[in-house]
């Protein structure tokens, strides 16, 4: 993770050169006492000294986003000093004060201290404003601590997180308490559980609260999940903080045993609940689909997880920073009742997950002490001789420690690395501020005895055990402690409200050694580590590919793949593709066959040609423009015949890739398939696009004997709901990525082709193409890279040019679902993290081809 150098840094280093500048100009009598100017330049000159002292001490992470902006724009007026009065100051202009690289400014053609005469001199308007930003910067770097020790408004909002008063918290810990009681008449009780055990004792449902903050928290508070008692199954709840006064009339108030009513019916929804101080907690009437189904049985605990799953800089960053947070929200409520340790922090694994299979969510959760009697954990011992004088810190801090290095050993945590991790300090720092109690004691008030003396008073002027010392505790942790881990997690990971990231668990120690040759050993930059990120679909795409191509480099291996993209042309100035004209091949107008370049006026070709790019960047780009816009095609049926004809002979594509369809098939078309088919002896891959209308049948050419059909999956690889009907009575089908575009791609298309970035099977069919080339590519190396008993592995890839040969590959790299086993969603990221080596792979491929006689 890198941090690009915060604003107030900067502005520090600058402001310090600046202020020395300007002294040094009134030293030299360059401005005189008389000079209108010269008060205001003095001024300046203080506050920008003063400025650097306050921020030369503050570390990054206390600069809120409010100081943050005035340090940017205190910048930007900063530089204006420089500039003569003919220059610009607006936003165009640069921040790095250029001036002070060298002697004189060669820009201007004038030395720094002239350009500041000037600047006092000429521009007293511009001068003062500059002074009355920076008396505010100080303002706010200077202003007093609030008494009460609450965080301000902003600084709540800065964590994204609802803040819940403690009478609240502990309100609905009580409600929760009472209604998790089990009632048995209200259950149907398997043999391991009878109804007179839990009438004998107060027994309660199990109840988790959820540590950490999802993406649509703003529309309620708090999320706990309750099981049945033998925790054979979990049921979420939002639950919702309501104005006093606020009323639903569909709302159902819950008292003892609420819970096991709802339990009963084993909802597979997240549902709602409402609490108020009127009504106290009742269930909504709504719900939501849930995102996550959760296993059965207790989960792993925090201390399991660090023992035997991995975790990354960025999870342990995310992991603590939730947890910190959620233990500075309820820092002094009941759920202090119970240590905060890696024994009672639980995660919940998932069933039935297809994309994340053998991985664990690294959302935390924590047991609700219901039946823990109320004491909860004290927040100051007042003896002396204790090496930790406040055991809640203690305890975080510990929990903190085991999550940096999964050990309680602090000198060790310092020591280790975390993958080049190169802010691993602030994390470091944290930890450490949190194992000094001192840090968290109110120093001791000095005071005047008779003799008039400074004496140290024996007892400190806040109450180290009184309400307003446990706010002062509460405040030092979150600015000691959770804003840092904030700083790092959004600032340094951009992590955003919602994001929770996958673990898998340690490769197993006694597994045998890898074949000894080093080529078949795995990759470290194509593993896909800890978990595969369904967003990043295109960017791992774009992984593979590029191994891909640095291994044919290696193996100086000439393995040129040509993609004609048959389409609405190519916008050849769009700024994406500006230094990559070389990956383009002759085209073809068809449209417009006098063009001496190639046009596209729609955009749908455009973002073909981009997607293709990202994917496949090693690949050669043929385009062939055969319609003006998509509905045009109907009409240039005649167009798209010979653009086939014209790609297979004069093109030589080995790809020839169709993102549209017709709903009736077309006979020239057809012959023109075959024809190039017959030429080429099969050696050309045909896609198409298998249709958008969930209410038609297959397009054509899509369901050519001759051509691949692509339909179109989200990220997830869930195929679409608007993908057509297969015309092939049940038999198995093809499809990949057709939703879910990178917000940097949609970004590049909104301003010129605004509409373009649509979801469908055109997509797809051109992300299918951008892996059908990487694929031709990887097996071309592969015969350079592996042998198998003696026999070369080019033997088994020399069909594999052809459709069918493809459409066996494509099927290998799919992440079979047993529940829908007619759907095959290409997942490249899968297969290159399930095979991480070439033997691997190579042994996959030679199977999949085995039955078409190609070994």
Known sequence: MTIDEPISILLSSHAAKLSEAIFGVLAKGRLKPSDLGYKVANDIAVRLYLINTYLDSLPPYWIELDVEQL???????????????KESTSAALHINLPFFKSPFNQKNQSDPETCLVAFFKTRIENARGLEFACDDLIGMLTKEENNTDELSEYAQQHLDIPFISDDDNDTIFKALQHITQCEPASHEFSSTISPSELESQAIRHPARLCLHDLPDSTSYNILVLISAIDMALWQEFCLKIQPKSSSDDGQELLGRGGFCRILEREITARLFLSFNYDTNLSLLNESQVLKQFLQAGPGQSLKSILRHYDLTPKDKVMLSYALARSYWQYYDSELLRIKWTSDTIWFMPEKESIEHEGQLPLCAYLSLPFDIPGNITPDIITEALMNHRCPRIFDIGILLLEIGLATDELVELEKGHWDGFTNKNYFDRAVKFCLNSENFIPPS??????????KLSSEPTTALDSRAGILARRKIFYKNVVRPLAWLAKRGFRVQAGDITYVRKKPDSSIPEEVSDPIA???PGALFHSAIDSRMWLQDLKRISEQVERKRRACKVAAQVR??????????????????????AMGKDFVNPGATTMTDSFGHGTLMVRLIMVCAPGAEIQVVRVAENTKMLEKNRENIKEAILWAGRTGKADIISMSFGFAFDDQGIHEAIETVQKERQGDVIFLAS????????????????????VYATNRHGTFLPSNSASTTNGAAVLGTYGDDIPDYIREEFRTTYPDVCQPGSSVATAIMAGISATMLIYTTILPSLVSLQGKPASSAFQRLRTTKGMEK????????????????????AWFWKSRPNDMSRCMAFCDALADLGLS
């Open 71 to 85: 340090c940017h724009s205190i910048l930007r007026d900063l530089q204006a000093t420089t500039q003569p009065a």
């Open 445 to 454: 008030k000095p005071v005047k005895p008779f003799r008039g003396s400074v």
């Open 521 to 523: 050993q795995p990759e």
């Open 563 to 584: 993609i004609a993209i048959l389409d609405t042309g190519c916008d050849e100035d769009f700024i994406a593709f500006q230094g990559r004209k070389e990956q383009f």
């Open 690 to 709: 298998a249709g958008n209308s969930s209410t038609d049948n297959e397009s054509f050419p899509a369901r050519h004997h001759a051509v691949i059909s």
């Open 809 to 828: 590959i494509l099927y290998r790299l799919v992440q079979q679902v047993p529940e829908h086993p007619r759907l095959n969603a290409v997942k490249p």
